[in-house]
């Protein structure tokens, strides 16, 4: 169990609303839990940040239900986010785009594991109102993790590509959608490390982000997260910050999530 | 694995609802050549986008009385039309390429810059196509 905590905090498995899978889409719901047996998590998150980008001003709050399912080396995941979304004096409620996932560790040596991850996000959400980006996206990725004693880490590398053309590029309204902005094509990143302080609870940071490839923002978020977690249930918070790309000025998500 | 299954059907369910797919289009709409200046601010597009745009789209909004409306997206002067021309082109004109329909939305506050109350006016397809090549001779105009 400790060791199913631990790589949860550290990779922000436990539940992840669709903007922290986007962005953080190769490491999300990865469930290094070496579990013999099937296992299943059902869980929500929501969300509620702030933005101010050069086209728009405002804030979104959202609620993301999320299942996953994991058996061994290999897991999958879905989630959808449920969005109201103010920008610049109009409200707006509706779906985020939906993410599924796919993982699978591929080496496992002592304490380090590492893996292949692919994501696909659905575009549910509607490109005219911000809340999707309009096209499906494909994200493979690498990750990495480490847990060494109360300590662990994480990093992880991946391409993310929509599914349509690259030259249909229109007038620039800043990062889109506002809920979760991508760029049309993009190396993601991400690293993250944490520290068990007792009473199963985790202290830890990660940073994330995005380069485009050709035109495009780079995007880069930093947080700090507080976990806490038991065999069939966890529980996390946590404050981002906006450090690049205006993906938001600040944001904070709670989330939790059961295990059957 | 049963609960699994049933969580991956129910999102994959709702799926079908999909985003709006318009996609904004260039219109090729040009200006004829020589222009007969029949199409101007004057005649034309301050009345078209005082009908159809500045309850949103004005100078005179901020940004929590634009109505969702894009920052710096004002079209109440020539000057502000002639900032994104192409957009507006994009977005709600028509020609041999594209009919944009994009803009106006379909709900719209009364007063310029109130709740959105009522429905929006629609242009015809004549006056989205007057529009397009408006846009396209206030840019030749302009040396664009």
């Known amino acids: 169990m400790k060791r199913w905590l631990a790589a949860g905090a550290v990779t922000g498995w436990l539940i992840v609303p669709a903007g922290a899978a986007r962005a953080d889409h190769d490491m999300a719901m990865s469930g290094h839990q070496h579990a013999d047996a099937p296992a299943v998590s059902i869980g929500v998150a929501v969300q509620a940040a702030e933005f101010e980008t050069m086209s728009y001003v405002g804030s979104y709050q959202s609620i993301a239900p999320t299942v996953a399912w994991m058996h061994g080396w290999f897991g999958a995941n879905a989630t959808l986010g449920l969005y109201h979304l103010d920008e610049n004096g109009r409200g707006t409620y509706g779906m985020g785009d939906a993410m599924l996932g796919a993982h699978a560790a591929v080496i496992r040596r002592g304490e380090a594991e590492a893996g292949v991850a692919l994501h696909v996000m659905l575009p549910t959400g509607s490109e005219v109102d911000n809340l999707g980006m309009g096209h499906v996206m494909v994200m493979p990725a690498l990750w990495g993790a480490w847990q060494g004693g109360r300590l662990g880490a994480s990093a992880s590398a991946g391409y993310a590509r929509a599914l349509t053309s690259l030259d249909g590029a229109h007038h620039d309204h800043g990062p889109t959608p506002l809920v979760d902005p991508m760029n049309l094509q993009e190396l993601t990143w991400s690293v993250a490390a944490d520290v068990e302080v007792g009473h199963h609870v985790r202290l830890g940071g990660r940073a994330q982000g995005g380069v485009p490839i050709g035109d495009g923002r780079t995007r880069v978020i930093s947080g700090g997260r507080v976990a806490w977690g038991m065999a069939r249930v966890s529980t996390a918070f946590e404050l981002q910050v906006g450090l690049a790309g205006d993906p938001f000025t600040v944001r904070g998500v709670l989330e939790t999530a059961l295990r059957f | ?144």
């Open chain 2, 1 to 144: 694995m049963r609960l699994v299954v049933l969580g991956f059907g129910v999102m994959l369910g709702v799926l079908g609802a999909c985003s709006d797919s318009a996609t904004p289009t260039p219109t090729g709409a040009v200006c004829p050549d020589p222009d007969p200046m029949t199409l101007t601010w004057g005649s034309f597009g301050e009345q078209f986008m005082t009908t159809y745009c500045t309850a949103c789209h004005s100078t005179e909004l901020s940004h929590s009385m634009r109505n969702g409306a894009p920052l710096y997206h004002d079209y109440d002067t020539l000057a502000g039309v002639l900032k994104i021309p192409d957009h507006i082109d994009e977005e709600a004109g028509a020609g041999p390429a594209a009919v944009n329909t994009r803009m106006p939305p379909s709900r719209c506050p009364s007063m310029p810059g109130g709740k959105i109350d009522r429905d929006c006016p629609e242009p015809t397809e004549a006056e989205r196509t007057e529009l397009a090549v408006w846009v396209a001779c206030e840019q030749q105009r302009a040396g664009k």
